[in-house]
């Protein structure tokens, strides 16, 4: 039998859960290995969260096996775990100290050490500190009992950049101490941090691994125009995939003769080159290739079906 701390930190295998007659997350394989960042991506709705939960042992599985820390996801092992939800887990009509009193009480550890930037919250109510010293205070607390492996859902959302990336420092420090990590983002920034990226799209696991392999031979267009906020209401309204990145407008999964057709109809001058994607466009490729899987009832694709078993 291995060593626990050889277990991967957190295993899916062919999970799948369902409310009613809707399927949230499809027959989706992974692991994430002690020290390792995992983060995982898709739009709203993919069902990231819902997996989070099955894995944390909070929701059961309709089908399929998880496993934390090498077992069942019960409550000794759930001791090892640290999870920061979406909306953080901590009372917000109790104050920050209250909280990790709370929090110590709970696992039978010391109250944690704040640092200077929390200090001066500490008798202050969670629900009157800003955002991104409440994230910091989930973080915090979530860590505090030392776990094994932690689960984040979009630890930085609604933060602004200086923050963001001192929550980048601390999941980086946990991993280099062993613990494997899983999170979600909607940041693509924060994506290329990952040591490995998962991709749902509509519960199922679309495509893994490094940022390379993720995006493939994946092609956007970049459209250069003057008028680019006309450009970007032109290829709208037509249904292409655009993406207003500043005053650059880009095209994800299109024809480059599609698009230049599109803009002199519109009665726009405009460069259209073909370039690799990015992962944000990769995303908007693999949501509307299961858009189109949904509405004509088609299985998926051969390439999401390697995804699944991988
Ligand atoms: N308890 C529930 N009952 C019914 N449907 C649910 C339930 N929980 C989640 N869903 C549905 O499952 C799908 C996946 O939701 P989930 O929250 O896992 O997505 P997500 O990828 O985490 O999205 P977001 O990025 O917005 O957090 C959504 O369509 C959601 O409405």
Redo the contacts with the bound molecule.
């Keep these: 039998m291995s060593a626990p701390e050889d277990r991967a930190a957190v295993e899916a295998v062919a999970v799948t859960?369902r409310?009613?007659s809707?399927t949230?997350?499809d027959a989706v394989t992974m692991t994430v290995e002690p020290g390792e960042v995992v983060g995982l991506l898709?739009?709203?709705?993919?069902?990231?969260?819902?997996?989070?939960?099955m894995l944390l042992g909070l929701?059961p599985t309709s089908e399929g096996t998880v496993r934390l820390l090498g077992g069942p996801p019960n409550r000794e092992r759930r001791r090892n775990i640290g999870y920061v939800p979406?909306n953080l887990g901590l009372y917000r009509d109790m104050t920050l100290l209250e909280n990790l009193q709370f929090v110590a009480g709970t696992y039978g550890t010391p109250v944690p050490r704040l640092d200077d930037d929390l200090a001066r919250y500490t008798d202050v109510l969670v629900g009157s500190m800003p955002l991104g010293a409440q994230r910091q205070a989930a973080f915090v607390a979530a860590l505090s009992h030392r776990p094994r492996a932690v689960l984040l859902?979009?630890p930085t959302s609604g933060v602004d950049a200086l923050a963001r990336a001192r929550l980048w420092d601390t999941i980086r420090e946990q991993s280099d101490a062993g613990v494997g990590v899983l999170v979600?983002t909607?940041y693509m920034q924060e994506a290329q941090q990952c040591d490995r990226l998962l991709l749902?799209s509509h519960?199922r696991l679309v495509a893994q691994g490094s940022e390379k392999d993720v995006i493939g031979d994946t092609r956007a267009l970049a459209v250069r125009t003057d008028d680019w906020a006309a450009a970007f209401t032109a290829l709208d309204a037509a249904g292409v995939a655009v993406i207003l990145d500043g005053r650059a407008v880009r095209v994800a999964d299109a024809a480059p003769g599609e698009v230049r057709a599109l803009l002199a109809a519109a009665g726009l001058r405009a460069d259209v080159e073909s370039v690799p994607a990015t992962i944000e466009e990769r995303m908007l490729v693999l949501a509307r290739e299961g858009d189109a899987d949904r509405a004509s009832g088609a299985a998926p694709a051969a390439d999401d079906r390697r995804a699944h078993s991988g």
């Design positions: 859960r409310f009613g809707f949230a997350v898709g739009a709203n709705g993919a069902g990231k969260t819902t997996l989070m939960r929701l979406q859902d979009e979600t909607h749902m519960g």
